[in-house]
């Protein structure tokens, strides 16, 4: 059956880095669009970026641009999320997510999100930014 596992979550000071991972199984990912989502309690599901099957194509949302990377190893069915100058505001359990059909972004994704645009995805994995 199909599972995404987030890992690499964790707490982690203001201005620290952490780098998540997402092991794929069960449906072709090296065919398949990506994405990083984020949900902090009482806020609505965030997108961050998407990345298109072969990681040709990347788009991040404004807030992480320049500080969270995407990248995608296709032979180990693995996606990950480099994030770097953390703030309180990233504070949110993230999830990787495979987005319906084969576009890895919606401009409406920048204030109407939810889970209806995803076929899967994981259980989360906390990351909490605190001194």
């Known amino acids: 059956q199909v599972q995404l596992v987030e890992s690499g979550g964790g707490l982690v000071q203001p201005g620290g880095s952490l780098r998540l991972s997402c092991a794929a199984s069960?449906?072709?990912?090296?065919?398949?669009?990506m994405n990083w989502v984020r949900q902090a309690p009482g806020k609505r599901l965030e997108a961050l970026s998407g990345?298109?099957?072969?990681?040709?194509?990347?788009t991040y949302t404004d807030s992480v641009k320049g500080r969270f990377t995407i990248s995608r190893d296709n032979d180990k069915n693995m996606l990950y999320l480099q994030m770097n100058s953390l703030t309180h505001e990233d504070t949110a359990v993230y999830y990787c997510?495979?987005?319906?059909?084969?576009?890895?972004?919606?401009?409406?994704?920048?204030?109407?999100?939810?889970?209806?645009?995803?076929?899967?995805w994981g259980q989360g994995t906390q990351v909490t930014v605190s001194s």
């Open positions: 997510a495979k987005p319906k059909g084969k576009t890895y972004w919606f401009s409406r994704w920048a204030y109407q999100l939810d889970w209806n645009e995803f076929d899967y």
């Open positions: 069960g449906f072709t990912f090296s065919s398949s669009p």
């Open positions: 990345i298109n099957s072969n990681g040709g194509g990347i």
